[in-house]
């Protein structure tokens, strides 16, 4: 079985900055994208940013410039640095791993975190 944390939210004034870790855990051989997503209050779940083995990385174009996302492949951990934070990043952030091989089977998997509450004061 494999479990995906996160840390790192919390409250925080715009302008200001907060990190978000999120670790995997378990029987892991390979991760193939690691991500983070958000979802606002009556709003639908969209990606922020993700980030492939080999490095390559996809913004959403609210974050561009503001948001950078990184990744320890030994670690099996996703980071996202997110600077200049405004209210509209308000939002329970989601850490995703896509294309997860797991020990002992030919199959890959896709797995979410639990959720971490980041508020934007303004």
């Known amino acids: 079985q494999v479990q995906l944390v996160e840390s790192g939210g919390g409250l925080v004034q715009a302008g200001g900055s907060l990190r978000l870790s999120c670790a995997a855990s378990?029987?892991?051989?390979?991760?193939?994208?690691m991500g983070w997503y958000r979802q606002a209050p009556g709003k639908q779940r969209e990606l922020v940013a993700d980030?492939?083995?080999?490095?390559?990385?996809n913004y959403a174009d609210s974050v561009k410039g503001r948001f950078t996302i990184s990744r320890d492949n030994a670690k099996n951990t996703v980071y996202l640095q997110m600077n200049s934070l405004n209210a509209e990043d308000t939002a329970v952030y989601y850490c995703?791993?896509?294309?997860?091989?797991?020990?002992?089977?030919?199959?890959?998997?896709?797995?979410w975190g639990q959720g971490t509450q980041v508020t934007v004061s303004s």
């Open positions: 980030i492939a083995s080999a490095g390559s990385t």
């Open positions: 995703k791993a896509d294309g997860v091989l797991v020990y002992g089977s030919p199959w890959k998997y896709t797995y």
């Open positions: 378990g029987k892991i051989a390979g991760i193939n994208t």
